[in-house]
């Protein structure tokens, strides 16, 4: 998946040694804006030193960002994780996240009919019932 964005906070970078192999780790995370009618936050990780040196990302940067998203489970709650992989700069101005889809789209059945007015975000209002009517449902 990508998100394209600015960098609107860079957080403290974390290391330490792994337990099980005992070799060195760093992380980091970022958060990322999504321009749009109603901006969208991210927080994503870059793991691994060389990574974060190589993408070198700083505050107020316009990136696009290639991500995963994983989750695990910790003590009966699950948790999800969203791993940086790519970061290109002087990326397109796309006002919305972009989505790679993993599968080729599905084609439906039978083409649907638009509504009356496609472009209205809620549906017509349906005028209320008389008081003689057997349907004493409210909606």
């Avoid at 989750?71 to 999800?80: I, K, V």
């Amino acid at each position: 998946m990508d998100l394209t964005g600015k960098i609107i906070a860079v957080l403290p970078a974390n290391s330490g040694v792994s337990q099980r192999t005992g070799n060195p780790w760093m992380s980091q995370e970022y958060v990322i804006e999504v321009p749009g009618q109603y901006s969208r936050k991210c927080v994503f990780r870059l793991f691994g030193e060389d990574r974060i040196k190589q993408f070198n990302i700083q505050m107020g940067e316009e990136l696009t960002v290639s991500f995963d998203i994983d989750a695990h489970e910790y003590n009966g709650r699950w948790f999800n994780e969203i791993r940086a992989y790519n970061v290109q700069r002087g990326a397109a101005p796309v006002a919305a996240a972009s989505v790679a889809a993993p599968f080729p789209p599905q084609q439906a059945a039978a083409p649907v009919a638009p509504a009356a007015d496609a472009t209205a975000p809620f549906p017509p209002a349906q005028e209320p019932a008389s008081e003689g009517s057997t349907d004493d449902l409210p909606f």
